[in-house]
T-cell receptor, first 113, second 110 residues
Framework: DTGVSQDPRHKITKRGQNVTFRCDPISEHNRLYWYRQTLGQGPEFLTYFQNEAQLEKSRLLSDRFSAERPKGSFSTLEIQRTEQGDSAMYLC???????????FGSGTRLTVV | QKEVEQDPGPLSVPEGAIVSLNCTYSNSAFQYFMWYRQYSRKGPELLMYTYSSGNKEDGRFTAQVDKSSKYISLFIRDSQPSDSATYLCAHSGGSYIPTFGRGTSLIVHP
């Protein structure tokens, strides 16, 4: 296991379309996090899972966003009816109950045109 | 006021210089402080992590937390061109959800 894997790396979509991103965490990590990062800003928390349970959601996560982590393994983040303001880097991170080993993936860059 | 304030830079220094990066934060309840390094088109990677106040050293890097002034610092000794990146400070409570600053862009030129 070489780290947190995110797919796709880049996604260009038309406004109004739905998109789905996937994150594969480090296999022994029980916590999985989604962040959004726009140019010149730090990552902003969206939501997190402990195993398969979604325990916290940010106010940034509008009704158009949904995340799942079936069976506590990989996770998906879906954005419905994309808007230009959704253009950002979407980052996934995982950890096993510690800041040590808190590992980010390389992100999925979304461009909404 | 943002929870974590950080000057975006860029900060440009010659190779071998000592670099000082700083942040201020507002939530005095948070006890965990982190520094991340982010290269272009990559996710952040954890550099240093401290709990409560004090100093922590790891090779060329020293992290310092002053809770009385709500100030977080990262010092890089003998800076190298490979240190050129964006440095993000962050703090957190016990839920392992860091609140990040906007990052400082560092350029180390040969």
């Amino acid at each position: 296991d070489t780290g947190v894997s995110q797919d796709p790396r880049h996604k260009i979509t038309k406004r109004g379309q739905n998109v789905t991103f996937r994150c594969d965490p480090i296999s022994e990590h029980n916590r999985l996090y989604w962040y959004r990062q726009t140019l010149g800003q730090g990552p902003e928390f969206l939501t997190y899972f402990q195993n398969e349970a979604q325990l916290e959601k940010s106010r940034l996560l509008s009704d158009r966003f949904s995340a799942e982590r079936p069976k506590g393994s990989f996770s998906t983040l879906e954005i419905q009816r994309t808007e230009q303001g959704d253009s950002a880097m979407y980052l996934c991170a995982s950890t096993q109950d510690s800041f040590y080993g808190y590992t980010f993936g390389s992100g999925t860059r979304l461009t909404v045109v | 006021q943002k929870e974590v304030e950080q000057d975006p830079g860029p900060l440009s220094v010659p190779e071998g210089a000592i670099v000082s990066l700083n942040c201020t934060y507002s939530n005095s309840a948070f006890q965990y402080f982190m520094w991340y390094r982010q290269y272009s088109r990559k996710g952040p990677e954890l550099l240093m992590y401290t709990y409560s106040s004090g100093n922590k050293e790891d090779g060329r890097f020293t992290a310092q937390v002053d809770k009385s002034s709500k100030y977080i610092s990262l010092f890089i000794r003998d800076s190298q061109p490979s240190d050129s990146a964006t440095y993000l400070c962050a703090h957190s409570g016990g839920s392992y959800i860091p609140t990040f600053g906007r990052g400082t862009s560092l350029i180390v030129h040969p």
